[in-house]
Structure formats: structure tokens, C-alpha cells
Nanobody, 121 residues
């Protein structure tokens, strides 16, 4: 599977970014998808997940109300709209296919190169 994340960059606190992740090498519409992030010196953490049809979404408490995950199965792409960004959102963001069950997302282990988001004034 190939996971091409893009859309990261430098943004001021309070600003917005939209991340995209194009997926190839797997039947995209058969997979639940998630976004994770890893800040410098920290463990990778869950950000959001979406079911294969897009009918169910889950967001970490730290981003709830600010970030929104979505997907376009025709384009084989998953998105993360990030609003009201804070300095603590600074991290490399990764998308991953996985299994979403009862609000818990288990990635399959494929990560791609990620995209860097830096929130700074």
C-alpha cells in the first residue's frame, strides 16, 4: 500500500490547514482510515478515524470540535480539516488504513512518509 500525505506547512495559531492522503495499492473503499500524529520526542497518537463508507467518524478529545476527518472513495483520498490550530498540534501527521470497531481504531501498520504541520507565530 502507498500512502501519500500532503497539505502540511507552517501556520499561525488559530489558522487552518487541510491535509490529504492519497491511497493506492489497496481497495480503498474496503478500509477504515485513520489519522495519527507524532510530535518531536513523543509517541505517535491517534487523531481521528472514519469508517469505510464515511458514515462513522471518531476524533480524539484533544482535537474534537476543531478537526474533521472525511473521505472521498472515488478519489481514494482521506482528508483532515484542521481549524483553530494550536502550537501543540505541531507534529508529523500520518494516515493509515485499519479497522474501526466500537470507536477504537487499529491501524494495519502501513504509514507512509507523513506531512509536517508546524503551528507557530
Amino acid at each position: 500500500v502507498q500512502l501519500q500525505a500532503s497539505g502540511g506547512g507552517l501556520v499561525h495559531p488559530g489558522g487552518s490547514l487541510r491535509l490529504s492522503c492519497a491511497v493506492s495499492g489497496r481497495p480503498f473503499s474496503s478500509d477504515d482510515m485513520g489519522w495519527f500524529r507524532q510530535a518531536p520526542g513523543k509517541e505517535r497518537e491517534f487523531v481521528a478515524a472514519i469508517s469505510r463508507t464515511g458514515g462513522s467518524t471518531y476524533h480524539a478529545d484533544s482535537v474534537k470540535g476543531r478537526f474533521t476527518i472525511s473521505r472521498d472513495n472515488a478519489k481514494k483520498t482521506v482528508y483532515l480539516q484542521m481549524n483553530s490550530l494550536k502550537a501543540e498540534d505541531t507534529a508529523v501527521y500520518y494516515c493509515a488504513p485499519g479497522l474501526l470497531r466500537l470507536g477504537n481504531f487499529s491501524p494495519f501498520g502501513s504509514w507512509g512518509q507523513g506531512t509536517l504541520v508546524t503551528v507557530s507565530s
